[in-house]
């Protein structure tokens, strides 16, 4: 055989293998290094697994069953368990029983090994992280429930500082949100325990937004009016109740899902939702701490998903499976059309350079990464995701 075409053969061995093996463990005289760029938590059939590779926009397919994922199921008492954690500077947190809060980062070598850890003392699991409040050393988030003050008739609802290094509380500042100023009553005549859910907070130059609805013992809105609570910021006093009935209660979560909002002018939406699953966006303008009466845009024609919305910046927000143009009252794209008919199925997607990265569920029952171009208005496909996939709760970046 000719010298020379066996170093071409030569090389084209080992680039097929540097391709073929890419999102493999690297071997490095003896230590494994797993590729972990990006992280995809997902639940499957047999459990709860963190995929990662250096590219998600690859042709290739990730599974647990063929050992490509961190297996995290021993963390977690239940997969629900996701909406409960957060991806913040590289490292998960998670409220895995509900009192201890902790620290995890994925090694090189593929473990989920547990870094830090605290105690609050009370029942915890996180529920927003303002990204925009915090630092590198620094993480800013609320808890989803708080302590109720019956004499005061408030609920305290708790904003931590964190400093990521030590897993300790720096500072901590405290809204006092009003309950309803009327009692709820049981069928029998006792009072109803009505619970607040404080299920959005924004924070805007001196003020803080707390968006909220009220719900009965049987888990059902008690108001067909969206409440807001304004108050000063880092201060917490001069609170005031905003309540508007146009579009229905607030349309949120207490878990880690963003479900507010700015557009590019630092206006503030919120979703609301009527009974009958209509929505709505109302906004409050830059500068202001009222709600503005001459915005309401209608969305009951459209069907809007639980995930986490996202601001894409040129006027563009990302509220699954569309994007909007929430200032000038316009749907922008669906991305279900793009997609070719599959269906957005995350709880946190995320967005880099000016692009957002979502996973979607085809009608074959298939799991793709797509990316979002917001500047062409168009969608690639990149890697599947198999291997009994139920749902994906976070597609993110660790470094």
């Known amino acids: 055989m000719n010298k020379t075409f066996i170093a071409i053969l030569g090389c084209l061995t080992i680039g097929f293998s540097f391709f073929a093996c890419s999102d493999s463990p690297e071997n490095n005289g003896g230590e494994i290094k797993i590729p972990n760029e990006y992280a995809l938590w997902i639940t499957a059939t047999d459990g709860s697994y963190i995929l990662t590779t250096n590219d998600l926009m690859k042709d290739t397919v990730l599974s647990p069953a063929n050992n490509q994922g961190v297996d995290i199921t021993g963390y977690l008492p239940a997969a629900f368990y996701g909406v409960y954690a957060y991806s913040y500077g590289g490292k998960y947190y998670l409220s895995n029983d509900g009192t201890r809060f902790s620290q995890f980062e994925i090694t090189d070598n593929g473990q989920f090994k547990e870094k ?84 959005s907070m924004e924070v805007r130059g001196d003020k803080a937004f707390f968006g909220y609805y009220f719900y009965n013992s049987k888990w059902k809105a008690l108001s067909d009016s969206m409440y807001i609570y304004v108050c000063d910021y880092p201060g917490m006093g001069n609170g005031k109740v905003l309540k508007d009935s146009r579009g229905g209660s607030i349309d949120a979560h207490w878990s880690i899902e963003r479900r507010s909002f700015f557009d590019d002018n630092k206006n503030l939406y919120y979703i609301t939702a009527k009974p009958n699953g209509g929505k709505s966006l109302i906004r409050i303008k830059n500068n202001e701490t009222e709600i503005d009466q001459q915005y309401l845009f209608d969305l009951s024609d459209y069907n809007f998903g639980d995930g986490n919305i996202v601001e894409l910046g040129n006027g563009k927000t990302y509220i699954a499976p569309y994007v909007i143009d929430a200032a000038n009252k316009k749907i922008v794209a669906d991305l279900r059309i793009l997609a070719g008919g599959a269906e957005p199925k995350t709880t946190m997607n995320f967005v880099e350079n000016g692009k957002l990265y979502d996973v979607f569920k085809t009608d074959e029952s298939r799991w793709f990464v797509y990316e979002y171009d917001p500047t062409t208005n168009t969608m690639k496909r990149g890697l599947e995701i198999d291997g009994g996939v139920s749902w994906v709760y976070h597609v993110n970046k660790l470094k």
């Open 116 to 199: 830090n850890n605290m105690a609050f003392g009370h029942s915890f699991y996180i529920g927003k992280v303002l990204e925009y409040l915090s630092t590198d050393n620094e993480m800013v988030f609320t808890h989803t429930s708080g302590k109720e003050d019956r004499t005061k008739n408030v609920l305290k609802k708790p904003i931590y500082f964190m400093d990521t290094n030590s897993m300790t509380i720096t500072k901590e500042l405290t809204a006092e949100i009003p309950f309803l100023d009327y009692p709820v009553y049981l069928e029998n005549g006792d009072i109803d325990p009505t619970t607040m859910n404080v299920s």
